[in-house]
Nanobody
Framework: VQLQASGGGLVQVGGSLRLSCAAA????????IGWFRQAPGQEREFVAA????????FYGDPAKGRFTIARDNAKKTVYLQMNRLNSEDTAVYYC?????????????????WGQGTLVTVSS
């Protein structure tokens, strides 16, 4: 599976962005797509995840109440809608695949990663 993340850019505090993660290749229905982010000098942080076969998303603390993850199986694309952005959201955002149903918030459980897309929130 190959993943292509896009949609990052420069946005002002309080603004919104929608990230996309397009998958190419065979998708296992029980697998999941997760979004992580990494700011300079910090560890990779879990943002959100969703399985291709389920409508139940899973959110990390940074996303709760502000971000929404959704999928379009026909387009093999997962979206991350980010609202009310603040400067702490500035990071490179990565999408990745998780082949199982465990460790959705653990980067080590993901086997394929996209190249990342930079989100910069300015005040």
């Amino acid at each position: 599976v190959q993943l292509q993340a896009s949609g990052g850019g420069l946005v002002q505090v309080g603004g919104s962005l929608r990230l996309s993660c397009a998958a190419a290749g065979q998708i296992v229905s029980d697998s999941a797509i997760g979004w992580f982010r990494q700011a300079p000098g910090q560890e990779r942080e879990f943002v959100a995840a969703i399985r291709w076969s389920s409508d139940s998303p899973f959110y990390g603390d940074p996303a709760k109440g502000r971000f929404t993850i959704a999928r379009d199986n026909a387009k093999k694309t997962v979206y991350l809608q980010m609202n009310r952005l603040n400067s702490e959201d500035t990071a490179v955002y990565y999408c990745a695949t998780n082949p199982g149903d465990y460790g959705l918030d653990n980067p080590a459980a993901y086997n394929y990663w996209g190249q990342g897309t930079l989100v910069t929130v300015s005040s």
